[in-house]
């Protein structure tokens, strides 16, 4: 038995990483394809397919009238997607972040964040709620996949030689197919992969005696986030970077209009939302979303230390669940080391990063359409 829980975790490791890999390579060339860029595949095809581990989780919750379940997987899915994926990812090398995502879709994701909890507070998400999320979210995709293609068509004439026979190359049918066949095998093989790599960590910690509610905590909190984590990273490692961010916020948008929305639309009554929810786990899921726009303005980029900064507060976020759920005495002074201590020196510091660089940018503007005289 033990035998083969290892075999399972290391096919299961192998099959994640081998089908991000599978999963980037026809993104990539599917998106030449078919005449719009890689942020686009990475924010709608990617991200969607990543988000199958959510989506099966969500439905099934709706259906077995768990609403607890239902929610928290998609609140802490998209926490851990920009603190623990994108964190991982920016460590691996510095993430670029495309301006169409700071103009469109990061403001996007806050608003959608915001009417989330607007939409809990009553205690109770729709079906008429999740009807608006699911309208909202084919418009978004109709919208980006539209209006990608009149800027690749439009960009057409500047676009590299090397680039241009590629897409010689891939424009007949019958590649295309190739190339949507590489994305469902990568998928397939990322979704099998994560559940083997889980079900294989969640036996060895029961063999080496931890408790199940850490396991739950830990392995199967992160478990749901692998496809993200393992497309994130290994798009970063082949320098596909607009797939890399793409994937994490395309997964977060997904999850609230399409998941969300589909969860409360086929759930009797919508879904109830439980007063934590209500109160923290959402904001906090907002808070990330809120302070990622400063990080991703700021030169257009999530350098490794603000992916160490992401990462180490996904650590401090699951060490708070751990401890509320383990109703730790130690839970109090955590709370304020966090709300006192940790959270204003964080703001502090991308503050100063932001007026740093708004202020650089400012002046070298000037600096170049007012440049002194010579002294020769």
């Known amino acids: 038995m033990e035998t083969l829980t290892l075999v399972l975790f290391i096919i299961g490791f192998v099959l994640l990483i081998s089908g ?54 998609i609140v802490g899915s998209n926490i851990s997607n920009i603190l623990l994926v994108l964190g991982l990812a920016a460590l691996f090398g510095n993430l670029l972040v495309p301006k169409q995502l700071v103009k469109l879709e990061l403001p996007l994701l806050v608003v959608i964040s915001t009417l989330t909890w607007l939409m809990a507070r009553d205690g109770t998400i729709s079906s ?35 680039l241009e026979m590629e897409r010689v190359r891939v424009r007949d049918l019958a590649q295309i197919f190739r190339q949507v066949g590489l994305i469902a095998v990568g998928l397939g093989m990322l979704v099998l992969g994560s559940r083997w790599l889980i079900d294989g960590a969640v036996a060895v910690a029961l063999l080496l005696g931890v408790n199940q509610l850490v396991i739950g905590l830990t392995i199967v909190a992160v478990g749901t986030s692998l ?49 934590s929810a209500q109160i923290f786990d959402i904001p906090v899921m907002m808070f990330v979303a809120f302070i990622s726009l400063p990080v991703f303005y700021t030169n257009y980029r999530i350098d490794r230390i603000e992916g160490l900064i992401f990462a180490a507060y996904y650590v401090a976020y699951t060490t708070y669940l ?7 005495t130690f839970l109090p002074v955590m709370s304020n080391i966090m709300l006192w201590g940790v959270l204003p020196v964080t703001l502090l510091t991308i503050a100063v990063r932001f007026w740093r660089y708004y202020f650089q940018s400012r002046t070298g503007r000037a600096a170049f359409v007012q440049a002194p005289p010579s002294q020769n």
Request: charged share 15%.
């Open 20 to 73: 991000a890999e599978l999963l980037v390579r026809g993104a990539s060339v599917l998106a030449v394809a078919v005449g719009i860029s890689p942020l686009v595949v990475g924010l709608t095809v990617v991200a969607f397919g990543t988000s199958a581990p959510e989506l099966a989780v969500t439905i099934q919750s709706s259906y077995a009238d768990q609403a607890d379940l239902a929610v928290g997987n």
């Open 128 to 162: 008429l709620d999740g009807m608006v999320l699911v309208v909202i979210g084919v418009g978004y995709v109709i919208y980006t996949v539209q209006n990608s293609r009149k800027v690749v068509k439009a960009e057409q004439a500047a676009v590299d030689d090397d």
């Open 227 to 275: 496809p993200e984590i393992a497309t994130s990273i290994v798009a970063v490692i082949r320098d596909k970077r607009d797939i890399a961010v793409g994937n994490a916020v395309g997964s977060n948008i997904f999850n609230l209009l399409i998941v969300l929305g589909l969860g409360c639309v086929i759930s009797p009554g919508g879904i109830d939302v439980s007063v």
């Open 322 to 328: 751990f401890l509320a759920a383990t109703g730790s």
